[in-house]
C-alpha cells in the first residue's frame, strides 16, 4: 500500500503559476502509473495529467494541455504538476493517484487504486 500527500496548493492571480508535489510513502513510487484530478465546487472530478511508471510517456487533459506540466523523481519518491498561466477555471482541489497497472497513461478514475487527500487550488481574475 501506498500512501500519498499533495501539498503547493494556494491562491494566485490568473496568468500566475503553481507547483504540486505529490509525496509517496510506504511503497516505492515506481512501481505506480500516476496522475492528477481536479474537482471544482458543483463539479464531478476529471482527468489533469498522467505519468507512466518510468515517467518516459505523459498525457494531458484539453483543457490543460500546453499549461500544465506532470513529471516525476522516482528517487525521491514524488510526482509534481508544473501550472502555468493559470485561469479561474482551474480552481478546484487537486489530487494525485497512483495506479498499478501495465497501461502506460491512466485516464480513467476507475483505475487509480490510491488517493490523496487534495490541495485547493484556487486562481482569481
Known amino acids: 500500500q501506498v500512501q500519498l500527500v499533495e501539498s503547493g496548493g494556494g491562491s494566485v492571480q490568473a496568468g500566475g503559476s503553481l507547483r504540486l508535489s505529490c509525496a509517496a510513502s510506504g511503497r516505492t513510487l515506481r512501481a505506480y502509473a500516476m496522475g492528477w484530478f481536479r474537482q471544482a465546487p458543483g463539479k464531478e472530478r476529471e482527468f489533469v495529467a498522467a505519468?507512466?511508471?518510468?515517467?518516459?510517456?505523459?498525457g494531458y487533459a484539453d483543457s490543460v494541455k500546453g499549461r500544465f506540466t506532470i513529471s516525476r523523481d522516482n528517487a525521491k519518491n514524488t510526482v509534481y504538476l508544473q501550472m502555468n498561466s493559470l485561469e479561474p477555471e482551474d480552481t478546484a482541489v487537486y489530487s494525485c493517484?497512483?495506479?498499478?497497472?501495465?497501461?502506460?497513461?491512466?485516464?480513467?478514475?476507475?483505475?487509480?487504486?490510491?488517493w490523496g487527500q487534495g490541495t485547493q487550488v484556487t486562481v482569481s481574475s
Open positions: 493517484a497512483a495506479a498499478v497497472t501495465l497501461i502506460q497513461i491512466v485516464t480513467t478514475e476507475r483505475e487509480y487504486r490510491y
Open positions: 505519468i507512466s511508471r518510468s515517467g518516459d510517456s505523459t
